[in-house]
């Protein structure tokens, strides 16, 4: 079994992922910064066609009411971008946890073979 363990920063939300410019769907520079933290954290890590399991702790950057559903498109889409697995259809079994309030907020993110 092949574990990585990668520290992102807050991801955006899929609510401030795409931007719209009349019928034009675009990623906001949010998305951008974060897809480029997640291809330095993977660092040329790869898991292939492996089925996966993965663990999300997230961290908030503030006390606001938020759901945790919303960051995961943003996060597995990071991921596959940044070439550490190849779909995320590959997730088996999906875990998130709010974590402490942390200034600046990060998602901990663990994924494993299985």
Known sequence: MAIVQLI????????????????????T??????????????????LGQSRL???IIAHAPDKRVRDLDNILKPTLDALVQAGLFDDDSQVDLLTIKRGEVLK???????VATI
């Open 8 to 27: 992102l920063p807050w991801p955006p939300s899929i609510n401030t992922y795409w931007g719209f410019h009349g019928h034009r769907r675009f990623l």
């Open 104 to 110: 600046g907020g990060m998602a901990i993110v663990t």
């Open 29 to 46: 520079q949010k998305a951008l910064e974060f897809k480029k933290h997640a291809v330095l954290a993977v660092q040329g890590q790869k």
């Open 53 to 55: 399991s993965v663990t």
